[in-house]
């Protein structure tokens, strides 16, 4: 039907030219574009059939428009770095492209949790008559969907959500991120912005812990900690009091987090170094083993999921919904680990409801924001089945 555009050659990017691949029927064009041309290239050659292959800037708007035009694009998919989001969002308007990411945009130096800037864009995208789907990996992504389902058809009114995320598996690394290790270090230990009795709160990194029973994995603890959908969840799902994401960390990661954090290590501030200046976080980012290789490495699971409880019919009612996903299953099909799949499928999945008609609403919008229906009538076909019980 149309050509895809995919900017990023990393661990997502490499599934989602795989998975772009596998349906040819609505992506009749690839193109996968990074700012370096050998990792577009071996992506290209692990996959049957026609991929072309170009370098671009993500940070420059002129950069990607002179090649949405080459290309002749019809959706974006942008699976670079958080910090491209917003130049890529403009050149989408520009060209009259639809648009889709995995993450909340960011702003170098700077932390910042809400999605004001990339919504905003919505009133152009409406003139252009383009969608831009944000946001749209796991979590955020599946987990929103998860939330507008459970909206749709469970309940009548949903108090509060615990979105839950489990990584069992194991690389054999002492010590690794399963992706951007400057973006997981920096949301590891940021002030944690959670939404609970209606307001948001803020609460020390690492303070606040609970048990889960994790379907698939087993009774695990689980780390209170900001993440981006928490707040959207918190605008965009009426009248939900508690909306918080834990994540779980085995002891060794954790121990060696501390240590870096301590020696000062995961700083994004720039010291002086041999008569230039460095930020410590991108140099630890460049000894660290990268994301995109860990996929060979990695056995065992994920659960991600959502814990949700509410009324409905004048009765109390908690559900719990969920997607496991096997490691090696993933490198057997795509070649990359669980984490990366789990971003990847989603935002192919969306990609696909925005060409085919299902999704394509003209504006911005974050994944609860949209009819959950096909996207959770077609994510088991994609690989990722969700499953529930009653609880
Ligand atoms: P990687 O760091 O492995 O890959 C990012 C890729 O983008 C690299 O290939 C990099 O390579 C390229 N890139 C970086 N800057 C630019 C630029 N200015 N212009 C063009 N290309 C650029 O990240 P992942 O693949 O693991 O993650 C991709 C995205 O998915 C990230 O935004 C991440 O935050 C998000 N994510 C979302 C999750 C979710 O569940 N929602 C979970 C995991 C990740 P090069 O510059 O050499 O070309």
Known sequence: MGTVLIIGAGGVGRVVAHKCAQDREVFSGICLASRTLSKCQQIASEIDGDIQTATVDGDSVSSVVALIKKVGAEVLINVASPYQNLPIMEACVQTGVHYVDTSLDDVRDRIKYDYADQLGFGPRFKEQGITGVLSIGFDPGVVNVYCAHAQKHWFDSITSIDIIDCNGGDHGYEFATNFDPETN??????????????????????????????????????????????????????????????????????????????????????????GGSIV????????????????????????????????????????????????????????????????????????????????????????????????????????????????
């Open 185 to 274: 270090i920096r949301e590891i230990l940021a002030d944690v912005i959670s939404f609970q009795d209606g307001a948001l709160q803020i609460t020390k990194a690492l303070e606040t812990r609970r048990t889960f029973e994790f379907p698939g994995i087993g009774t695990r603890e689980a780390y209170l900690m900001t993440h981006e959908e928490v707040l959207s969840i918190a605008e965009f799902i009426p009248e939900v009091k508690h909306v918080r994401f834990w994540m779980t960390f085995t002891e060794k990661y954790l121990t060696h987090l501390r240590v870096l954090e301590n020696i000062g290590m995961t700083s994004i501030e720039p010291i002086p170094f041999e």
């Open 280 to 391: 410590p976080l991108r140099f630890l980012k460049a000894l660290l083993p990268d994301p995109a290789t860990l996929g060979a490495r990695t056995r065992g699971v994920t659960c991600i999921g959502c814990v949700i409880e509410g009324q409905q019919n004048g009765e109390p009612k908690r559900v719990m919904i969920w997607n496991n996903c096997v490691h090696e299953e993933c490198f057997a099909e795509v070649q990359s680990q669980a984490v990366s799949y789990t971003t990847g499928a989603p935002a192919v999945l969306a990609a696909r409801l925005v060409c085919t008609g299902e999704w394509a609403v003209p504006g911005v919008f974050c994944p609860e924001q949209l009819d959950p229906d096909p996207f959770m009538n077609a994510i088991g076909e994609m690989g990722l089945p969700w499953q529930t019980r009653n609880e």
